[in-house]
């Protein structure tokens, strides 16, 4: 089970709380002291923003595995997220040394966190706020690099019910030949032992890139008995094809977006390793350039209202999911679970990111 922190930033208090879970974060991933330096400023300079631009906020810390060159280990994955009045200029934000306040400045802005982040990517709208994404992996990042491989990209994030120290929700993927593999599951309940069956659920998925949904599924129904279940859903997108596969267990909610449009895709009822139907239909549907997927478990409301915002699909998945989860969220309705927001996207390389 992987550590979440999910940090309120309300006053000048709380950035060394950001930068203490960013330490703490890089401590489970394995980084070298360079590297957790690196996270700390990244951590301290969102969480700093977020008071000065935004009148606050709050910082998700996940460990996350990223796509490329750091061979499958985990890196630290920082995401601000607020909804204050947005970056009338983002292209002067990430010039290195950037501040439109008069206060003193880390020096580091943006533009910094860019450079040294080995992925970095934002979303800002004006009225709705900001979402600004941060990957930190063992190694430097190399300046220069371009953007990412073109290509189908996944990604999401991760938030435990209360800000508790495990999530009982997780997400992966896997890429198997022409296939790439999203997948999200919700453990019963919340806590430590939902966790369990979720980490479950996303570690055997690492062995089965070349099975289809279906076969996922019932590999999984045997993986997670010894647990209490999960709820799960496996988008399997078969790249040569150019068609999404999906199909679900349990209460995963799944919505495309394609030429425009949103479509929700249905999953049937049951828990993956305990009341699983023995069959589950799987629905294929076209993927083409600029679709969407977003799967999210139900700490999201249920009649979410997917966000109708063309630049989504060339984000980072991160910043996608992020999106997604504050603009799906209300502090007039509280969550009552954990919540989990993965996101594949077709093929877009952001206007602001690096990496992926």
Known sequence: MSRVWDVPVDDSTRVRDVRVAAEEASECAGLPPNRTATAALVATELATNLLRHAEGGRVLINLVERAHDDGGRAAVQLVSIDHGPGIPDVAA?????????VAASLGA???????IANDFDL???????????????REPAVRNQGPPPPGPRAGGVNVPLGRAEHSGDAWGRVRGGDRLTLLLADGLGHGAKAAEASTAAVTELRGMGELPPAEILRSLGRALRPTRGAAVAVAQLDLRQGQLNFAGIGNVGARLRTEGRWKALLSHPGIVGAQAPASVPVQRVPWQEGSLL?????GLPSRWTPPDDG?????DPAVAAAVVLRDAGSAARPVADDTCVAVLTADGVSRHGSGA
């Open 294 to 298: 977003v799967l999210h478990s139900d």
């Open 123 to 137: 979303h800002s709208a004006p009225g709705r706020g900001t979402v600004v994404m941060a990957r930190i992996g």
């Open 93 to 101: 934000a990430m010039r290195d040394g950037y501040t439109t306040t």
């Open 109 to 115: 802005g943006l533009g910094t966190c860019r450079r």
């Open 311 to 315: 630049v989504l699909p060339g984000c």
